[in-house]
């Protein structure tokens, strides 16, 4: 029996797809997964700056193209990088469970956020940690910083940064955990929806892919995603945005944090919901109309953003 699957060629992306081929071989003794790996658009634009080629959807289009014609059956995904819908035909079939959902600090030269000296230069491109990161800091200069983890790490090596904001999760997937110098309490420093979660994609009809699939899946990931990802379709959610959502499970309750922030740091809108577990897409929910009540439409608006 065969599966096939469609992946990145980052070293991340690939690593997540071994990942989930070496969990499902486990699974099911007598399959054998092959990786299908393709360049996106995205990772051809690494260079330009993401919002204005599309944002987050180009990095999966490929991949789910491929799926929809039969070359290939699942694709493995950061969550934090699938937009909010899925194309027709497709569907997110499991979530695995999650890694620290946390960002974290790199620096060679100093040990955390607190040590840097006034000015010092923190390389970062995502808006939601600029935000987070100003409003904290706001004598720092933050420098766009893009390209696959390597390529980050190599930009900060060679000086051009004092210290560089990454997942914690990505940099400990790679062996490249050495290098996090902190990592910033999630609930101070919010993380992006679906930071630390692999997910995985198929044919919403493909029987046998979802039976294949269903040891994979974690049920407390899927709770956060469900809240999460809530929160974020009514908030314009994609990542050029500066949202950030991070919800917590305890047996059976969930605590949801929320944040819509100025790039520039000038305002942060934090929310928190608790609830039921069960609840999880419904507190997501009302935590992003608690959020647009305080602000957070102004600050949307003015990015250009409409919310209902
Ligand atoms: N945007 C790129 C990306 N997508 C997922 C991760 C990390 C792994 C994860 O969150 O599961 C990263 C790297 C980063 O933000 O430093």
């Not at 690494?46 to 919002?51: F, T």
């Not at 935000?131 to 000086?159: C, F, I, S």
């Not at 560089?164 to 400990?172: C, E, K, N, S, Y």
């Not at 009514?234 to 309750?253: E, F």
Request: charged residues 25%.
């Amino acid at each position: 029996m065969l599966l096939k699957i469609a992946t990145r060629e980052s070293p991340l992306a690939l690593w997540q797809a071994e990942h989930v081929k070496a969990r499902l071989e486990a699974a099911h003794p007598g399959l054998d997964v092959s990786l299908v790996p393709m360049t996106t658009r995205g990772d051809q634009l690494l260079s330009s700056p993401l919002a204005a080629v599309g944002g987050k959807g180009l990095f999966v289009k490929e991949l789910e193209q491929a799926m929809l014609e039969s070359r290939a059956d699942i694709a493995v995904h950061s969550m934090k990088d699938v937009p909010a819908q899925q194309p027709d035909g497709l569907v997110l079939a499991a979530f695995m469970t999650g890694e620290d959902p946390r960002d974290a600090f790199v620096s060679n030269r100093f040990a955390g956020l607190d040590a840097l000296p006034d000015g010092a230069v923190v390389g970062t491109s995502s808006l939601r940690r600029q935000a987070q990161l100003r409003a904290m800091r706001p004598d720092l200069t933050v420098r766009d910083l893009r390209g696959n983890l390597g390529t980050r790490l190599r930009k900060l090596d060679e000086n051009h940064y004092d210290a560089i904001l990454l997942a914690h999760a990505g940099l400990v997937r790679l062996g490249l955990g050495e290098r996090i110098r902190e990592s910033f309490d999630a609930a101070r420093f919010v993380p992006a929806i679906g930071q630390g979660i692999i997910g995985i994609e198929c044919r919403d009809g493909d029987a046998r892919t979802h039976a294949l699939l269903a040891p994979l899946a974690d049920a407390a990931s899927a709770a956060r995603l469900a809240a999460e990802r809530a929160m974020n379709a009514r908030l314009g959610g994609a990542c050029q945005v500066p949202v950030a959502g991070h919800a917590y499970i305890d047996g059976t309750r969930l605590r949801l944090d929320g944040l819509v922030g100025a790039p520039d740091g000038s305002r942060l809108i934090r929310e928190q919901i608790e609830g039921p577990v069960a609840d999880a897409a419904a507190l997501g929910d009302a935590l992003a109309t608690r959020l647009l009540a305080q602000g957070a439409r102004d600050i949307l608006a003015a990015l250009g953003i409409t919310v209902t």
